[in-house]
Nanobody, 120 residues
């Protein structure tokens, strides 16, 4: 069955960095788009970054220039490098599998998330 396991979250000071990882199994990782989505306290889901079949990482305006998505199809792993974090980045971060290799196809499986807290 599909499994997505996020790791790397934690407490970080403003201006700091974290690297999130997502270990995937149970499907052909290289054949689908992969995404990072977050949910801040009291807010809805926010799509952050995605990697489609064109092998181009895309990012939401809110994180472009600070966050970088990457993937290793041989290791079935997705990463999110987050730099220059602010308190507004405090959220639960989820890894999500796409329906297809198109980012526009949407997401059908989600991990349980990893909590990131940005605070001094």
């Amino acid at each position: 069955q599909v499994q997505l396991v996020e790791s790397g979250g934690g407490l970080v000071q403003p201006g700091g960095s974290l690297r999130l990882s997502c270990a995937a199994s149970g499907f052909t990782f290289s054949s689908v788009s992969m995404n990072w989505v977050r949910q801040a306290p009291g807010k809805g889901l926010e799509w952050l970054s995605g990697f489609g079949g064109d092998k181009i990482g895309r990012h939401a305006d809110s994180v472009r220039g600070r966050f970088t998505i990457s993937r290793d199809n041989a290791k079935n792993t997705l990463w999110l490098q987050m730099n220059n974090l602010t308190s507004e980045d405090t959220a639960v971060y989820y890894c999500a599998k796409g329906y297809s290799n198109l980012l526009s196809s949407g997401m059908d499986y989600w991990g349980k998330g990893t909590l990131v807290i940005v605070s001094s």
